[in-house]
């Protein structure tokens, strides 16, 4: 398949991009470049996301993404799109996936983040010990993810799934961190985080 259709391919539909992205990793042993692009069409072809829900990883911690990527890959998290997609990779193109990724500059989404909820949400996260795991600026460290300029939409997302119990391999921490908050203390607190 030529590059140019692949390309084209990244750019239609969130549903027929995903399916575009089984099927070739399906056609055959992938290069990491293609493993690459196979990622960004659900996470951006520059790694932030334009899709609802789809996390971008552009500027994720290494060690997060090459944790995440290995949780998938071993079924500690479950995320049927991804199991596919992660399925026999080895641990050389996890590296090389989540060094590119890592490099990659993190940009905030086009969500419209609402002032008032982000005052909100600051006030609420030195409580919940954000600064220590995620780091003052929210960028992330060692295995803790960026927050910062992430989708507004993953955030409350991912935040709820943490409290709910709905999210597979999740770091107790933030199991504890999410229990008895509010949805709208949730929604503070990512408005917050992607204002970072």
């Not at 002032?115 to 600051?122: F, N, S, T, Y």
């Not at 300029?149 to 935040?159: E, G, K, S, T, V």
Request: with cysteine.
């Amino acid at each position: 398949m030529s590059d140019d259709v692949r390309r084209a391919a990244t750019r239609w539909t969130p549903a027929i991009g995903l399916a575009f992205a089984l099927l070739t990793y399906g056609a055959g042993a992938q290069t990491v470049a293609e493993r690459i692009q196979t990622c960004g069409a659900c996470h951006g072809e520059d790694g932030n996301s334009k899709i609802e829900r789809i996390p971008s990883l552009a500027g994720q911690p290494e060690t997060f993404l090459l944790n995440q990527l290995v949780f998938i890959r071993e079924g500690v998290r479950q995320i049927p799109a991804m199991q596919e997609v992660v399925k026999g990779l080895k641990d050389a193109d996890i590296q090389a996936i989540a060094a590119y990724f890592a490099k990659l500059p993190a940009k905030a989404s086009d969500e419209k983040i609402d002032p008032d909820l982000a005052r909100k949400g600051a006030e609420l996260a030195p409580g919940l010990q954000c600064v220590s795991c995620h780091k003052p600026d929210l960028t992330g460290q060692l295995h803790q993810p960026r927050l910062a300029r992430q989708r507004l939409d993953y955030l409350i997302y991912a935040f709820k799934g943490f409290r709910d119990g709905t999210r597979s391999g999740a770091d107790p921490l933030m199991v504890n961190a999410s229990l008895g908050r509010t949805d709208a203390e949730i929604e503070a607190l990512a408005h917050y985080a992607a204002s970072k």
